[in-house]
């Protein structure tokens, strides 16, 4: 069984910064994809940020690039999400996904390619 716990979420103001963490636990293999995505109220779940733990290639949503930072914690099978400049935009349940899936027949972007999830944390920033 594998299973995500979030944690790092809070309260920020407009142009502060925030760390939310993942760490995944049970099945693992060497190159699988970890990914964060977020959902604010009465939205769709989006794409925020993904890598390859065996890897050195990250993807961004556009959204996010230049502010945010996604990186391999030094405990395996642990991931950052480093989110700087923060914008009441940012305001969402920030969730972390693992997928398990080869990197030649998944899309970091889909959804689709993550088998698990975690609880999400909340992130709010204020103006």
């Known amino acids: 069984q594998v299973q995500l716990a979030e944690s790092g979420g809070g309260s920020v103001h407009t142009g502060e910064s925030l760390r939310v963490s993942c760490v995944v636990s049970?099945?693992?293999?060497?190159?699988?994809?970890l990914a964060w995505w977020r959902q604010a109220p009465g939205e769709e779940r989006e794409f925020v940020a993904a890598l390859r733990w065996g890897g050195r290639s990250t993807s961004y949503s556009d959204s996010v690039k230049g502010r945010f930072t996604i990186s391999k914690g030094d405990v395996k099978n642990t991931v950052h999400l480093q989110m700087n400049s923060l914008k009441p935009e940012d305001t969402a349940v920030y969730y972390c996904g693992v997928g398990f899936r080869s990197e030649r027949s998944s899309d970091p972007f889909s959804r689709a390619s993550y088998d698990y999830w975690g609880q999400g944390t909340q992130v709010t920033v204020t103006s």
């Open positions: 049970g099945r693992t293999f060497g190159n699988h994809a």
